[in-house]
């Protein structure tokens, strides 16, 4: 019955997608924990509009308690992982070529401010040396009419010992689907 419904409402929101403007708006943002110049692993967090996210948590807090725990979290993330197939609109760069993530797992989900939060944990294909290489991220939707835009404090967040050695540079996309990119190097 889930999967019913799951496929009922996916469908309704992308056939839609021939139209011109957005029918699902995310406000995303990577975070990556710089410990170390080369780092292997980061995360990223989506908040869902207030539509969607209702219409989300309807279906899926069966107790109606306003928050997803034990088999309502399993089961809203085993249908977050249905994103897998379009790379969970996650683009980057190293150097200027683009790079795709060997691995994206959904951690966690949870309802916060009546909004559904999504947090993500992305396997980069090989190290990137920071000092070395240029990072570049962005989030980017080519098929579905998403929205992904950052998140009011920025794109990117930085966290760990050397997040003070690295600067995210902040420019305009060529690609109508992304709202920005972000640049990233750390110097020792």
Known sequence: MIRVWLCLCVSALFTASALAHPH??????YRV????????TLEATWSLDLF????????????GDGDLAGQEKLDMIEVLKSFQQYGFFIKMKQDGADIVPSD????????RDQMLWIRLGIALPAPVNLETSTLSFAFG???LYFAMEPLEEGLV?????LSE???PVER???????????????KS
């Not at 959904?106 to 309802?111: G, K, T």
């Open 33 to 40: 924990k710089v410990d170390q110049s080369s780092i292997e």
């Open 157 to 161: 967040r930085l966290s760990g010992s």
């Open 141 to 143: 939707d080519d098929e």
């Open 172 to 186: 305009e996309a060529e690609e109508t689907s992304v709202a920005m990119w972000v640049d990233l190097t750390c």
């Open 52 to 63: 969607t996210s209702t219409s989300l948590i309807a279906e899926y807090d069966v107790d």
């Open 165 to 167: 050695t690295c600067t």
């Open 104 to 111: 994206v797992q959904v951690l966690d989900v949870r309802v």
């Open 24 to 29: 699902v708006w995310v406000d995303s943002q």
